[in-house]
């Protein structure tokens, strides 16, 4: 059938599966959206406050549904806008396709309204991208880059189409996207025989998990994993989920902001499995001495990310789900209960603790995981706020925890939670934000009410960039330099102009019935919650310093 460009480019997102997109219009990508309003039935658009909102929109989406998520944008300063979203996907691995459109080929080079080379831009923050500047190439361009997104380690793909490829016709063919099948890549049985001989030798095996678990739909094989050796298992932000956390084998998240009982195991384990982790310096800390008692065996699907951070003893390049299905097969069951008694003795030891006197980050997290059942999807942005998520809720399956780990996106969260109530309309969905990361994109506020998208946001207002002043003051002699956000800013009256219902609390008696009032709510809601400028995120570890010097409050207060 003869088609145009723009029509081409819906046709070949129908073919993918793809349902939802989110953007914003402009000059050379008017085709498009005209072709867009044909298919409106068949596509749903979702407008959003600025083109930043709609890249971490698709993010949130990919990473809450496992599938492509896909974003708009016209050229220039509409396609720079999505810069920010699109590294930040690419920092955690997430499969989006960001389509823009340039200026005719005619124009190219000819610094012409609105003409940026988006491509050049984007080359370090993409896993792939393209320009189609012959209406021959889109059809297969389009297809391949939701090929590149998904397969092997996902990343986000972009597609630059100029304005005269959307506008021209040719004859279109349907196809069946080919399906994606984990490759084997480079292990064999002499990899896999290597590393159960190495878990047979151990007596303090421990797992670590992260995001690349995730990604493979690995949970069920990391469980069974755990149980055949025996062992205890910690994550990184990116692997909450990956394995149950009200499991008794969990130990809490490893690094910076991860439990003594993690940082202390991990130092003293003699094995240590890392299963789709890529060694973040927030997690090992002082590399050199990162699990020095221990041999390690690293499984990641990117032979990139192998000896990269951290020098291991057996790497194995291949899809998680795969290596782990095969080495469980092969396993006989294995029994540390000193080792495992020895890892109870630190969680009973050193727990997760804060100052429950007044309204407190730690409180809140811990009514919403219990008024949601620990069913909730949880998006953050980037601080004290994340982390707080991060070690007080229960998350209990994988894509439940939506965060910004790699690039630290502050303002990532409010898209990102839109994205993901898109994706999981039957479930709850909460974004935890702190007031400067609020204040970044809190426009968006306008796209939920638009559509009526009920998203939860809550927002720790302590009226300073929180982990910034932490740092302050522990490394920098207390000199709050531009981090105090004391004005006359009223988030809730910002809120309800936006359209949406606002809540304000200011006790601890106040939380729970603010919960349940936005959790009936058919419609967006904003839950301020005042608390103190002081409260910390402990335990933590100095940057740089080893992990087993994870100190907190106490250790603080006795030095």
């Given at each position: ?66 599938k ?43 610094d ?35 090929q ?29 996207p ?41 949970a ?8 055949k ?20 084998r969990?130990?809490g ?118 008024l ?45 939670a ?42 720790m ?41 606002a ?54 207060k006795?030095?």
């Amino acid at each position: 059938m003869l088609l145009t460009g723009s029509q081409i480019v819906a046709e070949c997102l129908i073919e993918q599966g793809v349902d939802t997109v989110f953007g914003y219009p402009g000059g050379t990508i008017l085709n498009v959206y005209d072709a867009l309003y044909e298919y409106k039935d068949r596509i749903n658009h979702i407008l959003t406050s600025h083109e930043q909102g709609a890249a971490h929109a698709a993010d949130g989406y990919a990473r809450a549904t496992g599938k492509v998520g896909v974003c708009l944008a016209t050229s220039g300063p509409g396609a720079t806008n999505l810069v920010t979203g699109i590294a930040t996907a690419y920092m955690d691995s997430s499969p989006v396709v960001a389509i823009t459109a340039n200026v005719a080929v005619s124009l190219l080079g000819r610094d012409s309204f609105q003409e940026i080379d988006i491509t050049g831009v984007t080359i370090p923050i993409t896993k792939h991208n393209f320009i189609v500047k012959n209406i021959k190439d889109l059809a297969p361009t389009i297809r391949k880059a939701f090929q590149i997104a998904k397969e092997g380690r996902p990343g986000p793909v972009l597609v630059d189409i100029t304005k005269d490829v959307t506008a021209a016709t040719i004859d279109f063919e349907p196809q069946v996207p080919e399906k994606i099948e984990p490759r084997k890549y480079t292990y064999g049985n002499q990899e896999l025989d290597q590393a159960i001989k190495m878990i047979e030798e151990s007596e303090k095996p421990y797992i670590f998990v992260g995001g690349g678990a995730i990604t493979s739909g690995a949970a069920a094989q990391v469980k069974e994993f755990a149980e055949k050796i025996d062992a205890p298992v910690t994550d990184s932000l990116m692997g909450k989920g990956a394995f149950d956390t009200t499991r008794p084998r969990y130990t809490g998240m490893l690094g910076m902001h991860g439990t003594k009982t993690s940082n202390f195991g991990v130092s003293k384990c003699d094995l240590l499995i890392v299963v789709g982790a890529r060694f973040s310096d927030r997690v090992t800390g002082d590399t050199a001495s990162f699990a020095k008692n221990a041999k390690i065996i690293h499984i990641d699907v990117d032979a990139a990310e192998i000896n990269k951070n951290v020098v291991v003893d057996l790497g194995i390049v291949g899809d998680a789900k795969s290596v782990l299905t095969e080495l469980n097969a092969k396993l006989t069951r294995q029994s540390h209960p000193q080792w495992l008694k020895e890892i109870r003795d630190l969680k009973e030891q050193y727990p997760l603790s804060y100052d429950d006197n007044g309204l407190t980050g730690p409180y809140v997290i811990e009514q919403i995981d219990y008024l949601t059942n620990s069913e909730a999807i949880i998006c953050t942005d980037v601080g004290q706020h994340q982390m707080w998520a991060a070690q007080y809720y229960r998350f209990r399956r994988p894509r439940q925890f939506i965060s910004s780990g790699g690039a630290g996106t502050m303002g990532f969260g409010l898209g990102a939670a839109m994205g993901a109530k898109l994706g999981n309309p039957d479930k709850t969905v909460f974004n935890i934000a702190g007031d400067g990361c609020f204040r970044m994109n809190m426009n968006e506020l306008a796209t939920l009410s638009r559509y009526n998208i009920p998203v939860i946001q809550v927002v720790m207002n302590n009226h300073v960039l929180g982990m910034v002043r932490q740092w302050q003051t522990l490394f920098y002699g207390k000199r709050y330099s531009n981090t105090i956000l004391t004005d006359k800013v009223d988030f809730c009256k910002v809120a309800e102009g936006l359209g949406c219902k606002a809540i304000k609390v200011t006790t601890k008696e106040e939380v729970a019935p603010a919960i349940k009032e936005a959790m009936e709510y058919n419609g967006p809601v904003v839950i301020e919650c005042i608390i103190d400028q002081d409260d910390k995120v402990f335990p933590m570890v100095a940057p740089g310093a080893p992990i087993a010097k994870a100190f907190d409050a106490s250790d603080l207060k006795n030095k």
